[in-house]
């Protein structure tokens, strides 16, 4: 390692002590910003000493829950695995996270494990040249930020052809924007999905982004789809068609807001192999989470009882999905971010015979959470009228929440717009039934200042430390 | 009970769905439903064969550029003509963003290649490599629908009007039409065109029931008035939005 770098890695540490001793909260960028500046090969150089190698994950949902997922596999594995935890995953958190390769001697750690931002994504393939990369899937989000999926896919085609053979690519099979990334690399592919077909769902299809052949531009047939553009699809005039999956969820039983079961297949050549695991986390999403955190592992070596020991044992990354509780009502806390993501999270909770829903949604538009809220209307809400029985809105949009629910079919008259986070969450503890459950449903920056309202009342932690 | 029925049609629902536009034809269902008013939803895709003259209300939104790419030529081979029929005898048609863009004359992009529109609407887009994002906030041109329009504009084409258009409103937050001339959508008839995502017509109910009355006159004559909604909780988002940017 250069002067140079060493010098960099010590002023960057002494910014991220500095800045959580002052309490300005995690830390996660500038620490890395000033790092850079002073030694822009920092991430690179610390990427390259680590003898395991690097892990990036990226994708529209579920990068966060899925990186954990591999990190927990990784650590029940015997790993020593630096990750942006706290998902700090832009370039900056990435060299901020790296800081911690240290200065000298062999490093701590064996691998890196890294989510990234899909913006960012080409410039951490670059620098850290990995040696697994995990794509989950591209939906629309912050339209206002990232701009359309077919940028994002594009920019990621040309990164990922640049990566050499001993990297093994990672993808969704069942995302035709992600699948279509597999072709013509010089890089391994391991395509994993989900091929049990009761899970289709044709009623999501008006928020899809990639239903049109990439090749020829017909519409994909699906059989069935899952979600969005998510699915089991093939072109009917050219013949293109989803992948099949080296690792394939075969079957899927969800239970609920409790978990469900899987039963994934494992195609190698000389045979098949089988994991059963009982996921403790609810819905679909987090099944192909699951999945694509499984298929990752078994990249990097990692034998299928140590993975199924680690899922079992998961719980979800911060803000993510968390249990709590608030005033004795037992609460359930899921972010949501963007249209496929919120529609997802609704499925989940109304699925089966569920008991009647109080909520509390809150909608902010800052610009982490992106400041158009157009995403609402593509997002079906519709599944609560039959099953909510009360819902404050909260935020600074929560007032275009109280509208969309509206014309989503609920009753006005139930619900209530409290625009102060604090007070919002007070509202509806007091109003929820006594020990009956709570749902809140925020979006990331509403999440964040839930959360540390949570922690200034003594029922979370703050989140750098979990 | 009321006799009305309302046919409305959605122009390339799955290529021209960005945006959350489908906001817009939710509030049109959902304000004809709150007052029994009966309609139908009529998804028009590629290939599709449409009697415009049944048509009331069409909407037509905005889409990813490969989106726009594969619905362009079919949009001015098949339905063009009799698009132009129907607006002539004073159909209601919205469009918003790629939809408005398709309307115009012409595309030119800031590679130089014109892409030619349907010439419904006197106006030509230039693109830039200027991305006019944010909140947007106009004052409404129209004489018989006044007041302020919220919404969330997201385009890098420019939009310049001809002399056959009267804007749509004039911007008081925000960028319009091209960030210049202080002017936001067009109007011809009751041809409508805007680069107002938010949605539009969910926070901006005395539009949504404008657009409502002029398909109902049209087929059902100059006496019909829609009866009042209680629109609080939409005056509230959108009075939320005029106090925080003005």
Redesign the interface.
Known sequence: MSLRTRLAVGAGKTVQWTTRRLGFGGGTNLPGRIARRLAPALLQEQSRRLSDGVVLVSGTNGKTTTSRMLATILDQAGAQVLHNRAGANLITGLTATALDVGLWGQPRYTHALFEVDEAHLPAAIMETQPRVVLLLNLF?DQ??RYG???TIAAKWRTALATLPPRTTVVLNADDPAIASLGENLQAQVLYYGLDDRRHGNDAL?????S??CYRC?T?YVYDPAFYGHIGIYRCPACGYARPQPDISLRQLALDGVRGSTLRTIFSQRDGQLALEVDLPLPGLYNAMNATAASAAAYALGINLRTIRAALEQFSAAFGRIERFTLAEHPTLMALVKN?IGASETVRMLTSGAPEPLDLLIAINDRIADG????????ADWEALREHARSVVVSGT?A??M???L??A?LD?AM?R?VPELAQALDACADQTPATAALTILPTYTAMLELRALLVERGILKPFWES | MSAYHLRIAQLY???M???????NI??LQ?RCAWRNITTTLLPIGPGTHVDWLEIDLAFFGGG????Q??IAADFRERQAVGLRKAAESGMVLLSICGGYQLLGDYFLTHTGEKLPGVGLLDVYTIGSNRRM???IVIESALPDCPGKLVG?E?HSGATYLGAGVQPLGRVLSGYGNNGEDGSEGAVWRNVFGCYM???LL??NPHFADYLLTLALRRRYGSAVVLEPL?D???L??QR?MVERVL
Do not use: C, M
């Open positions: 629309r339209l206002d359309e999926v077919d299809r008006h928020a899809a982004d239903i049109f531009g519409p249209p400041t158009d809220v157009s995403w609402l209307w593509d949009r007032a275009d109280a509208v969309r509206k014309y079919g006005p619900l717009i | 629902p799955e290529q769905n960005i945006y959350g536009d489908r906001g939710l509030a959902q990813q550029d490969s989106g790419a594969l994002i944010g909140n969330f997201n995502h938010g949605s969910p926070k209680d609080t909780l939409e509230q988002a939320t």
